[in-house]
Nanobody
Framework: QVQLVESGGGLVQAGGSLRLSCAASGRTFSSYTMGWFRQAPGKEREFVAAIRWSGSSTVYADSVKGRFTISRVNAKNTVYLQMNSLKPEDTAVYYC???????????????????WGQGTQVTVSS
């Protein structure tokens, strides 16, 4: 069992930066692939970024590539999402998720994640 708690959301102007954190409980955190997803009002949950358990492989949605960076510190049971050059269309609730599924690349599919946090709101003003 893994419990996830996100933090770091808030209100920021376009062009600004935020860093989201996801703290995980459980001694097996290092064996999980971790992902970030987001959901804007009236839209489906969408993939943002994911990182393999070792940190050796990361994947990003095209919409955030070059602006967002996912990282993890297994010793701290924490995964991060550094978000730079934020745009109003990045406004959403951001969710952290965990899966033990091992693919060639970290999964982009919400249904393949077993554990989810409660989400943190990110609002980017124009």
């Amino acid at each position: 069992q893994v419990q996830l708690v996100e933090s770091g959301g808030g209100l920021v102007q376009a062009g600004g930066s935020l860093r989201l954190s996801c703290a995980a409980s459980g001694r097996t955190f290092s064996s999980y692939t971790m992902g970030w997803f987001r959901q804007a009002p009236g839209k489906e949950r969408e993939f943002v970024a994911a990182i393999r358990w070792s940190g050796s492989s990361t994947v990003y949605a095209d919409s955030v590539k070059g602006r967002f960076t996912i990282s993890r510190v297994n010793a701290k049971n924490t995964v991060y999402l550094q978000m730079n050059s934020l745009k109003p269309e990045d406004t959403a609730v951001y969710y952290c998720a965990a899966t033990r599924l091992i693919n060639i690349a970290p999964s982009r599919i919400p249904d393949e994640y077993d554990y989810w946090g409660q989400g943190t709101q990110v609002t980017v003003s124009s």
